[in-house]
């Protein structure tokens, strides 16, 4: 690892070779595996564990007691609230060895997943999207949708900036400008777009 340009409370295990980002702070009783990359400025929060070959971008902000499972790559910019739950084997049996089936869980640039939602592997998680506290996400999430529920379904659409967004019919389709940052977005179905 060389020079450390990252913070690391004194109870946290860091095995090596790993990389950890600059600016990065890794926080009490946190666990990072060998191989897992983690980008610059994170938050790594309290009694995290983040598993080898796991990957992780820049400016994350990952809350207590997550566990990142091999198989899960964060974009830039995404958050995940405290204790919620990744799965990485769609059918674990404890006397069957399942680690040559893990699954890859996309998580998209900008994402905010909520307190103790789950994550069911295989799926990709579109950029902006937020995840509801409490959600059982079980299939792919388009960019900017706003799900929740049990099984989480589409409840409505986010801005960049996490403020919901209205639709209303035009000529052209449906659009939204937001009410906070006042980014303007085009709607075709389930696809969201921003302009510009």
């Known amino acids: 690892m060389g020079k450390r340009n990252f913070y690391a409370h004194q109870s946290a295990f860091i095995d090596e070779p790993c990389h950890i980002g600059a600016g990065t702070k890794v926080w009490h009783f ?5 191989g897992a ?25 990952v809350q207590n007691n997550v ?4 198989g899960v790559i964060l974009e830039e910019d995404v958050f995940l609230g405290p204790s919620m739950v990744f799965t990485n084997v769609i059918n674990p049996r404890s006397h069957v060895n399942r680690r040559d089936e893990y699954q890859t869980t996309l998580v998209k640039r900008g994402s905010t997943i909520g307190a ?9 998680l579109g ?13 792919d999430v388009p960019p900017y949708a706003l799900v929740y529920g049990t099984p989480a379904k589409i409840q409505g659409w986010m801005c960049q900036c996490g403020i919901r967004l209205h639709f209303t019919d035009h000529e052209e389709g449906e659009y939204a400008i937001c009410e906070s940052c006042r980014a303007r977005y085009n709607k075709t179905g389930d696809v969201v777009m921003r302009e510009g």
């Not at 990359?37 to 902000?61: E, L, P, W, Y």
């Not at 566990?67 to 091999?70: L, M, V």
């Open 116 to 124: 103790n939602a789950t994550i069911v592997c295989g799926i990709t």
């Open 127 to 139: 950029e902006y999207a937020f995840i509801g506290a409490g959600a059982v996400v079980t299939r």
């Open 30 to 34: 946190s666990h990072i595996m060998p």
């Open 67 to 70: 566990s990142i499972y091999e």
């Open 37 to 61: 990359r983690i980008g610059a400025n994170c938050s790594i929060g309290q009694n995290v564990f983040i598993a080898a070959n796991t990957v992780i971008g820049d400016r994350a902000k």
